[in-house]
C-alpha cells in the first residue's frame, strides 16, 4: 500500500459468540487488494488479535482470504472464517460463500437464526496421525501436565483440517482449567513440529468437551475460540472412533479466558471434510 492510498476499513467481528464480548475477536478487511504483506502483518499486530482476515474478492461471493497473527501468517483460520462470513453477511446478505485460502477452497454457508446470522464452514480434506513419543514428551512437559493427568481414552494425536493441530486431553476439567506453561518452550517445538495451536480437551460427555488452544507461535498465550482446531478434532474423533459416524459435537472454549464461545461440530457419514459453525457479531469498540 502506497503512503497516497487510504486504509482500507478493518472490521472487528467476534466468532463463535453472538455476544460481542464472547466468542474469538477477529480484525476482517473486506477488500485487502491494496495491501501487501507486511501491511497485513502490521494490521495484524496492531490489533492484537490471535488472527486477523483479509479478503480479495474474486467473483460472485467467492473471496481469497488470507490470515496474519501478530507474528506471521497462517494458512487457515477457523474463527476469522466465521467472522468473515457474518460480516459478508451483514452486507449482501446470508447464503453461500467460497474462501480460497492457502489450504484449499473452503466453502462457508450462512442462515440466519431466531434474528441472529450462524455461519457454518467445510474444512479441507482432513487428516490424522501419531505424534513420537520424545515429541509429546516435550509437550507434556511444556505445559507442565503429568502424564498421569492425561485421559488415556482421547490418546494424543496430531490432527490436520487446514492447520495442523496437536490434540491432548485431560482426565479432568480442573486439570484443564490450571494453564501455565513455558511459552518459550512449547512455541519451539510447535515450530519444529509445524503445528498451529495444541488442542487442550476435557470431556464431559458423549459429544460435549471443553477446549483450550495455546497458540505460542502466533505470539499469543491462548486463543478464545479455535474453529480451524475444532474441524482438527472432528477428524480425531471420528478417526478413534470416539463419537459415531454421523454426530454433531459441541466444544466450549473461552471460559477460562472470560470469552465464552461454543462452536459446533458437524460429521456425516461418507463425508471426509468437517463441518464446523457458530453465531458471530460486530465489535463496536476496541478492546
Known amino acids: 500500500m502506497t503512503t497516497n492510498e487510504p486504509r482500507p476499513e478493518v472490521l472487528q467481528y467476534t466468532a ?27 494490521i495484524a499486530a496492531e490489533l492484537g488479535y490471535s488472527e486477523s482476515a483479509f479478503l480479495t474478492p474474486k467473483g460472485e461471493r467467492a473471496y481469497g482470504i488470507r490470515y496474519f497473527s501478530p507474528k506471521a501468517e497462517v494458512p487457515f483460520c477457523g ?6 462470513a457474518i460480516a459478508l453477511a451483514e452486507r449482501i446478505g446470508p447464503g453461500k460463500l467460497e474462501f480460497s485460502t492457502r489450504a484449499g477452497t473452503v466453502p462457508v454457508e450462512v442462515g440466519e437464526e431466531g434474528g441472529t446470522l450462524r455461519a457454518t464452514l467445510t474444512s479441507v480434506e482432513p487428516a490424522v496421525q501419531d505424534i513420537a513419543g520424545d515429541d509429546l514428551d516435550e509437550a507434556l512437559a511444556a505445559l507442565d501436565w503429568p502424564a498421569a493427568d492425561l485421559d488415556p481414552a482421547l490418546p494424543p494425536r496430531i490432527a490436520f483440517a487446514g492447520a495442523r493441530h496437536l490434540v491432548v ?68 474423533a471420528r478417526e478413534l472412533g470416539l463419537v459415531p459416524e454421523d454426530a454433531v ?38 478492546g
Do not use: C, K
Open 16 to 42: 463463535f459468540s453472538s455476544d460481542p464480548d464472547g466468542g474469538n475477536p477477529a480484525g476482517v478487511v473486506l477488500d485487502a487488494s491494496a495491501l501487501d504483506d507486511a501491511d497485513m502483518l502490521a
Open 249 to 286: 459435537l459441541t466444544l466450549h472454549q473461552g471460559e477460562d479466558l472470560g470469552r465464552p464461545g461454543e462452536l459446533t461440530v458437524t460429521l456425516r457419514a461418507g463425508e471426509q471434510r468437517i463441518r464446523v459453525g457458530g453465531a458471530g457479531a460486530r465489535i463496536t469498540r476496541s
Open 79 to 84: 474463527h476469522a472464517t466465521i467472522a468473515s
Open 169 to 236: 486431553a485431560a482426565a479432568t476439567r480442573a486439570r484443564l482449567a490450571d494453564l501455565a506453561y513455558d511459552f518459550a518452550r512449547l512455541e519451539a517445538l510447535m515450530h519444529r513440529l509445524d503445528l498451529t495451536t495444541v488442542q487442550l480437551v476435557w470431556r464431559e460427555s458423549a459429544t460435549v468437551f471443553h477446549v483450550r488452544d495455546p497458540f505460542p507461535v502466533g505470539g499469543v498465550v491462548e486463543d478464545p475460540a479455535t474453529g480451524a482446531a475444532a474441524a482438527a478434532f472432528g477428524a480425531y
